[in-house]
């Protein structure tokens, strides 16, 4: 395919950055803006085009050597190459830029803040998902073509996780599986592996263990979802909290989970009700919210709990999978006219899309938190606060 010379001036919300030729848009994976490359054009889709780099003509400033051999290779990192304050820049835009073209936001600066940054840039993962070949080695599949890779070290994940599957190489699961799952408690430093596996290095099979997240102890079992950094969730947690106020005397905790949210609402509220539709996770909450007398936990879908049950609540928490919420959701919050929306969401685009319907529906958005969970990748979190006009 053709070789061109292209000057990037911008980001994608994907991690790639983004020029023009010829009057198209070209997006360059592994670029960064303010740079000019030599670049490979792979594939014209039409309306823009893809490229590969082949050449640096101008690096960026910001331009540093990945740590990882793997890097660009695997799939699973799209920043390593980008010093972690200009990362953090790069993803302020992308969330900007979603609010302002999918959410309709004119100036989202004005309500956005700066960036929570990761105390930890490298080695923060509790949890890996590993595939397994033929020769029993633990590795990756390519995100382009699903091609086995071998890795016997991810810098994403915590050390302890590194260790594990250094032990775990060539080892065979006792159940016929193609995966391999091993999640780690930062702050218990209990483990769980799945499946078991034959090895009496370590323990493996677990059906659950344990985490803590700001002194509480939560029970997580295998199927369950929980939040991939620790460090990072603690102050998510915080990011929360600092939207209730003594007004807030009964919330909604939806898409509660094991309660990650939920024990620490229970502190502050005088009633909590959580819904969550997962039966792992549903079950673990049972344990992790014994100890409050103020919780309801409704094990149900949350667009079907809101219409099912007369809730009054003054606030509302919200932190769905990276699809968003439902429209049936969105539509019931309206409905009962539930006070303050603090909404928690892993994925900018539906977070846009989802703030914008309720803007529609007389809810103000007053301002956005960026967290960084992930770093080294594209990935951002965001805390969002409305309240009712």
């Avoid at 939040?227 to 969730?233: D, K, L």
Wanted: a neutral charge.
């Amino acid at each position: 395919m053709k070789e061109i010379e292209i000057h990037l001036t911008g980001i994608a919300h994907l991690g790639e950055a983004i020029g023009k030729y010829d009057g198209k848009v070209v997006f360059v994976p592994y670029g960064i803006p303010g740079e000019t490359v030599k670049a490979k054009i792979i594939k014209d889709e039409g309306d823009y085009l893809r490229a590969e780099i082949v050449d640096l003509v101008e690096p960026s400033f910001f331009r540093e050597d990945p740590p990882c051999k793997l890097f660009g290779v695997c799939g699973g990192c799209s920043f390593q190459h980008v010093t972690y304050s200009y990362q953090i820049k790069l993803k302020e835009i992308v969330v900007m830029e979603q609010l302002k073209r999918i959410g309709g936001f004119e100036n989202p600066e004005e309500f956005t803040l700066l960036t929570i940054k990761a105390d930890y840039p490298y080695n923060y993962r509790n949890r890996a998902d590993f595939s397994i070949n033929r020769q029993k080695l633990l590795g990756f599949k390519m995100r382009a073509s699903h091609k086995f890779i071998h890795v016997d070290y991810c810098h994403l994940m915590h050390q302890k996780i590194n260790e594990i599957l250094n032990v775990l190489q060539g080892k065979t699961p006792k159940r016929k599986t193609h995966n391999v799952t091993i999640r780690y408690g930062v702050n218990t430093g209990q483990w769980l592996v799945q499946p078991e596996m034959d090895t009496e290095e370590i323990e493996t099979g677990q059906k659950n263990y344990t985490e803590k997240l700001l002194g509480h102890e939560f029970l997580i079992s295998a199927p369950s979802f929980f939040q991939v950094n620790t460090y990072q969730a603690e102050k998510l947690i915080e990011t929360v909290l600092k939207y209730i106020d003594g007004d807030d005397r009964v919330i909604i905790d939806a898409y509660a989970g094991v309660g990650t949210f939920t024990v620490f609402l229970a502190k502050k509220a005088k009633r909590v009700i959580a819904i969550e539709e997962s039966r792992s996770a549903c079950k673990d909450a049972q344990i992790n919210i014994k100890n409050f007398d103020n919780i309801i936990y409704l094990c149900k879908k949350t667009e079907e709990a809101l219409y099912e049950h007369s809730i009054d609540a003054d606030a509302i928490v919200l932190d769905p999978p990276r699809v968003g919420c439902m429209k049936e959701v969105l539509e019931a919050i309206s409905e009962k006219r539930i006070k303050k929306i603090i909404y928690v969401s892993c994925e900018p685009s539906t977070l846009a899309r989802d703030l914008k319907y309720l803007g529609q529906k007389g809810y103000k958005l007053i301002e956005v938190q960026p967290v960084d969970m992930f770093p080294q990748t594209y990935h951002i979190e965001n805390v969002a606060l409305m309240k009712i006009e």
